[in-house]
């Protein structure tokens, strides 16, 4: 079995591996077969800031490195016809067994299209966690007993389905980062992100006040904060109104 492979080793100059090592907070270790995926979406940006400020700490795991076969399959025909392979047991229970042989994990996260759908209460809830193990799946699927008995959590990242489960960890894992406390430079900024409060975001305009003709809301030039929060109050309602009204629902409700 080869070693973990961490994302941010020596290939990649931009990050001091001692340093997200020993001062991280959050650890996510992804088991997947194309762990070249990654690169980019943990790569750039506020991931890529929170992980050199050793905030989070995220490993991943080639799991063809867990196959005991010599070709480093892990994959197999379905029992019983029909089409498409099945992800094999042995591989993911070796990598995840191994994983938890060296700490404990508050989930083991199958990204799955009939997992339960990630929105903000979810994302908020799974940030409170330490250690998340997030397995990818591919082709037809995984051998339904590593869902009976290796997973704990399945989550999906909406009612269509994708090749792998690779692009919904990126997915999951930058919006579990943008919470850790730290990785935004505007600590308040994710507070006032669409959904936290239960609405969408009001617009946000920057200079030039005029362009084209397109004008900037006067109100947002008046310098008077009591009335230009009510009104961004009054324009998230209204949005949530009009492109969530179910949420609207629930915010009359409470
Ligand atoms: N046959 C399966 C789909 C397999 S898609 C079905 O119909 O349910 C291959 C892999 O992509 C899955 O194992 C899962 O890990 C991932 N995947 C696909 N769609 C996803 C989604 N909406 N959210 C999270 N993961 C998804």
Redesign the pocket.
Known sequence: MAAKIHIFSEKNTNFAAGKIIYSSIMRIDIITIFPEMFNGPLTESIVKRAINKGLVDIHLHNLRDYSTDKHRRVDDYPFSAGA?MV?MIEPVDNCITKLKSERDYDEVI??????ILLTQPVVNQLSMNQNLIM????????DERIREHLVTME???????????EL?AAVLTDSLVRLIPGALTDETSALSDSFQDGMVSPPVYTRPREYKGWSVPDILLSGNDAVINEWKYQQALERTKIRRPEMYEMLKKN
């Open positions: 498409g992800m199958y990204m799955s299209p009939d997992g397995l990818c799946g591919h082709y037809k699927g995984i989550v999906s990242i909406g009612n269509y389905v994708l090749s792998g489960g919904a």
